[in-house]
């Protein structure tokens, strides 16, 4: 597995508290995503990031926020967790190139907001 | 944005036969196409991909076809194992791979 890693693995939080989960890499790749994975919905993108400081929407953003003030490290923030956003959050990374970007996934965040 | 769909939801075939699953895209500009694999808990990974200017790719019991003119692209798996038994995604690029949109996944079982 390329190097990533999230933390926390496991998280329950009571709606209306803000959470923060962290993807590590170690791999020096460009880009980085923050995906949630929902039974019947696949994967969805929630933000990604292609370089330090740059940052954009996916197509699940609302009621999320991120940042990335290095290189390895991508921070996805809920500022007010919801019942909905109960999921598993996967982070991904892809090097640039021009051949197209394959992607390698984090081992996952079980988040759960009751 | 994209719409990626995939078919069928689940899938079951016995040891030995071959399993297909086929996803279908909206956008024309669309140009990488990487499968996933997914066991049950684990992350998902990457077992195949195909980029635009090509119609077909092989690695060992596993190829993947593209028809750019129907805008579909089909996983083949010949010779199953139970190994094989997990989810799999599709997944669309745009603009070399600045956003993915997945297929909502097959879920594949190999009966012994």
């Known amino acids: 597995d390329a190097g990533i890693t999230q933390s926390p693995r496991h998280k329950v939080t009571e709606t209306g508290t803000p959470v923060t989960l962290r993807c590590h890499q170690t791999?020096?790749?460009?880009?980085m995503y923050w995906y949630r994975q929902d039974p019947g919905h696949g994967l969805r993108l929630i933000h990604y990031?292609?370089?330090?400081?740059?940052?954009d929407k996916g197509e699940v953003s609302d009621g999320y926020s991120v940042s990335r003030s290095k290189t390895e490290d991508f921070l996805l923030t809920l500022e007010s967790a919801t019942s909905s956003q109960t999921s598993v959050y996967f982070c991904?990374?892809?090097?640039?190139?021009?051949?197209?970007?394959?992607?390698?996934f984090g081992p996952g965040t079980r988040l759960t907001v009751t | 944005g994209e719409n990626v769909e995939q078919h069928p939801s689940t899938l079951s075939v016995q040891e030995g036969d071959s399993a297909v699953i086929k996803c279908t895209y909206s956008?024309?500009?669309?140009?990488?196409f990487p499968w996933y694999k997914q066991e049950l808990g684990k992350r998902p990974q990457l077992i195949i991909d195909i980029r635009s200017n090509v119609g077909e790719k092989k690695d060992q019991r596993i190829a993947v076809t593209l028809n750019k003119t129907a805008k579909h692209f089909s996983l083949h798996i010949t010779e199953t194992q139970p190994e094989d038994s997990a989810v799999y995604f599709c997944?669309?690029?745009?603009?070399?791979?600045?956003?993915?949109?997945f297929g909502t996944g097959t879920s594949l079982t190999v009966i012994p």
């Open positions: 791999e020096n790749h460009r880009y």
């Open positions: 997944a669309a690029s745009i603009n070399w791979g600045n956003q993915f949109y």
């Open positions: 956008d024309s500009a669309s140009n990488y």
């Open positions: 991904a990374i892809s090097e640039s190139g021009t051949s197209g970007r394959e992607q390698y």
């Open positions: 990031s292609y370089g330090v400081k740059d940052t």
